[in-house]
């Protein structure tokens, strides 16, 4: 695009594609020009053209020059961005220049239309969405969707993985704020692993994952994390656990003085605090012993709030030994137990959110209490089931309290499920697997760009109000999407990446994500045999609930006799996108930003 530098698959402007090592088919390249609508804004704007700036005068050339004022203006007409003041959009075009002529850099200070293209075309300049946290942060937690990570510590499949610190600080960094950690005692029960029970996953030692949150966990944002522990101790190692993250986390460790909080802090009130997030020891221990339950009742009531595998995966040594430990305590060894607990209250006072599975019904279990908050964790099937027959007692329930929901036990490997579910009925956390890739964990990213990429998305006031199924269809409105034309593959890529023999056939996938009734896509032509794609498409997308929709964007390259091959993506929410004409970074499959892939979109709403 413009004058960028050229990359060493270039001959002369031309690519080369060999056919059967005999025949050299040439392709031409092309430099990407301004689109019909970028010369006119231009033209319109800048001192010179036929618009306000050139007073008017007729003249539609595409010689003139866009100041400070000029490009202010545009800014504020056309991008609905009047918060941007003379000074600021000075600073942008000396950036711009900065990066476009080292030579005349100290000399220009206006931009001509191939600056003016490049400007709208830098995504860290023209950025589709908001980039900085610009929601309320003073309202309770359960007011906020929060970016939930499952089995934080698994590098892939949920049954034979290596269990790592590294998983944890690349969620971190990411901007996840829920970090999730199975406890177990080692083999000789004198210490912590950190490891999927029940499976051949290999431990990583407790102390190694706090450090690495201690390190990494406002790395990206500085809202609070939440660790979130599946608990299988005994008192003494939770005692342990206890001197441990205090000691790791000093000062930045919240715990209230009251036992339990009749409502959340809010995320303001948390800045680069840890708060810790599992079962009351109380509950842990009527739940601890599931051999002896078994015996009694002829059925386990298993320690932890997720379902565990299946019966026929092997458990590991540390979870045999422990059941065994239990099953051979006698009576006076459990009273002499609980009657530690009461002398180790540390445990339980580090415990900010009181965390638990439904123990009757999930009707029961979601009647809100006054003066007490909580936790409650539902499998995805468990969220499906209760949505279909007790939908307003789950938004009624996360007004006040929160809900998390993890994958379902099945999903060996890491895969997830559709989040819009739990999103339209106010759940908060919805855990998942973030070592993988796919269309469920795309909408994940794409959610928490939202505010700043803080980890913390405010909830839409319809969630908060009583009346929900009266204000779920208001306000409607319509999202038009245009999509000019895109640019950058030509340096991510070798010549032959997408096509051996010929320059790649791009065409872009737009998708609406969000409630059933917004649910939409939409596909632009193919272009052939060309790096630089002009599409110049236009879509329309009426909405009834924008605050939960999900704009997806998609880049194939058209093969006839194979799989289509994958372009980039990118997902962003309606409810932050900036009006008017944007640079769109694409991402790869696992959710990581191409250095060079970009598309240039307008979006305008009525």
């Not at 009707?363 to 007490?372: A, G, H, L, T, Y």
């Not at 329309?540 to 964007?553: D, W």
Request: charged residues 25%.
């Amino acid at each position: 695009m413009g004058k960028e530098k050229k990359t060493e698959s270039y001959d002369n402007g031309s690519y080369n594609y060999k056919m059967f090592k005999c025949f050299n088919r040439k392709f031409k390249i092309n430099e990407v020009q301004p689109t019909d609508d970028v010369r006119d804004a231009f033209c319109q704007f800048s001192v010179g053209g036929s618009g306000r700036g050139a007073g008017g005068d007729g003249d539609s050339s595409d010689d003139g020059v866009m100041g400070a004022e000029q490009l202010c203006s545009f800014l504020d007409d056309n991008q609905v961005n009047s918060a941007t003041t003379v000074a600021e959009a000075q600073r942008l075009i000396d950036e711009v220049i900065r990066r476009r002529h080292h030579v005349t850099r100290f000399t220009r200070h206006g931009l001509d239309l191939d600056d003016f293209f490049n400007f709208l075309f830098y995504d860290d300049l023209n950025p589709p969405i908001t980039p900085n946290v610009h929601q309320d942060m003073s309202a309770p937690l359960s007011h906020y969707f929060i970016y939930t990570g499952h089995n934080s510590y698994l590098t892939g499949n949920q049954l034979s993985s290596d269990c790592s610190e590294v998983p944890v600080i690349k969620a971190l960094q990411r901007g996840v704020r829920v970090i999730e950690l199975d406890l177990w005692p080692n083999s000789t029960g004198t210490d912590i692993n950190v490891l999927h029970g029940r499976t051949l996953t290999t431990p990583v030692p407790l102390i190694t994952c706090l450090k690495s949150i201690r390190d990494h966990a406002f790395s990206s944002s500085p809202y609070p994390v939440i660790i979130t522990l599946e608990d299988h101790l005994t008192a003494d190692l939770q005692a342990k656990v206890a001197e441990m993250a205090t000691q790791i986390f000093g000062q930045m460790l919240y715990y209230p003085e009251s036992e339990s909080l009749e409502e959340f802090p809010s995320p303001a009130s948390l800045l680069h605090r840890i708060i810790i997030s599992t079962k009351p020891p109380k509950e842990y221990l009527e739940s601890r012993n599931p051999i002896g339950k078994q015996k009694e009742n002829g059925n386990v009531s298993p320690s932890s709030e997720e379902e565990t595998p299946g019966t026929e995966e092997i458990q590991t040594l540390e979870s045999i030994l422990f059941y065994q430990d239990c099953d051979n305590k006698s009576d006076s060894d459990q009273e002499e137990e609980e009657a530690s607990e009461d002398q180790k209250p540390a445990y339980k006072r580090l415990i900010t959110i009181h965390a638990g599975k439904p123990k009757g019904t999930v009707k029961e279990e979601m009647k809100v209490v006054v003066d007490k908050v909580r936790r409650l964790s539902l499998s995805e099937q468990e969220l499906d089931r209760t949505c279909s027959s007790n939908s307003q007692d789950v938004v009624r329930f996360t007004q006040k309290n929160l809900l998390r929901i993890y994958p379902k036990g099945t999903r060996f490997n890491s895969s997830n499920y559709k989040p819009l579910i739990g999103w339209t009925h106010g759940a908060q956390m919805i855990a998942f697997n973030m070592q993988g890739y796919g269309i469920s964990l795309w909408l994940m990213h794409g959610m928490f760009r939202a505010n700043g990429g803080c980890g913390y998305v405010k909830k839409p006031n319809f969630l908060m109000k009583k009346g929900f199924h009266d204000e779920v269809f208001d306000p409607k409105k319509k999202l038009h999407v245009k999509v000019y034309m895109g640019d950058g593959w030509r340096l991510d890529f070798s010549h032959t990446h997408f096509d051996t023999y010929s320059p790649p056939d791009f065409y872009t996938k737009v998708f609406i994500v969000g409630v059933p009734a917004d649910n939409a896509k939409r596909k632009t032509r193919v272009i052939e045999d060309n790096w630089y794609p002009i599409w110049d498409e236009e879509f329309s997308f009426p909405l009834t609930v924008p605050e939960l929709a999900l704009l997806r964007i998609e880049v194939r390259e058209y093969d006839m006799s194979d799989k289509d091959d994958f372009g980039g993506q990118t997902c962003l929410p309606v409810s932050e996108l900036r009006p008017g004409i944007r640079s769109v970074p694409l991402y790869d499959k696992k959710g990581e930003k191409m250095k060079s892939v970009r598309l240039l979109m307008r979006f305008i709403f009525e």
